[in-house]
């Protein structure tokens, strides 16, 4: 009986054994400064055990040794701790603990990262040291070499307003600025609409004749094409010499421009144009094209020749 049990624990004591060893893995053997280095403990528990591990806080703990030194050496504060996390993962019927460092080191030196302390079954334990080298970054031709080289990875880090305002408090000062402008050009231009640019007499009259010839009237409705003609026109000789010949036959018009003294080319121009118009108003006669485009140049002429000579001043 007793040969059978110590068979049982002979078999039995290197699993338990090899379920229970500490592993401690690197991420590299050499790191340059301001790089991250990443340190990872494992450990395998059975289902119902569990370990004690507080993890150093800050940075941690380090050894700097020489060439001729001892693996002792000195100890070596410039060994940050950026993050650390562990967890478990179930495995059936064991259980794999886990923990994880990230660790910039801020100076040269080659490194002995000290055991950590555990505890499992009230039982304290040491993970395995760890040797690294750490350098500044190599020399290359051409690049200015910096003594920090910077990580991709980066630092998390809690907004703080205060910081924020203190060094950049002119943004939302110019914010302000922009904002009352705003508020000061939106307010002028609701009290003071832009006024349309006046046109002069002549401008408006030229402006409404091309308005009609844009229209093509004169192709589907000659009547209602030259009683807008005669409009105009009308309109703009009662204007222009201060007289309403708007209700005026031709004939009572034409004696009334008379006795204006105007130039006698351009009574007869206006009596012309008047004559075309009033045949197909009250006739019904049909004018071609080329007679069209002939009364519409008789209308401008007529309107440029008596408007006052417009004069710019420089």
Known sequence: MKQLVLFVALISAPWITVAQEPNTYVSSK???VGGILE??????????????????????PCNRISDKSNLKGTEFKDLEILSYSDTIIDAGGSKLWRANFK??????GTLVLQPLPYSMDSQMSY?????VQSTFVPAKKGVRIYDINESNTPFKKELVWTEVLSKYWWIPLL??????????????????????ESLTLKQQTLQSIEKLVAKQQWSTDQKLH????SFILRWYLSSRYNINLLERTTFETILLLKALKLDEYLITQISLIFKEVDAVKFANSELPASDHEKLIEWSKEVVIISSPVETSHV
Do not use: H
């Open 30 to 32: 050499e790191i340059t």
């Open 39 to 60: 340190v990872q403990y494992e450990i395998s528990l059975l289902k119902n055990q569990d370990i004690a591990f507080n993890p150093p806080l800050g940075y941690f």
């Open 103 to 108: 660790l910039i080191p801020w100076d040269t």
């Open 127 to 131: 993970f395995t040291s760890i040797l």
């Open 175 to 196: 914010l302000l600025f922009i904002g009352l402008f705003i508020v000061v050009y939106k307010k002028r231009t609701k009290g003071s609409p832009i006024e349309p």
């Open 226 to 229: 030259y009683t807008e003609l």
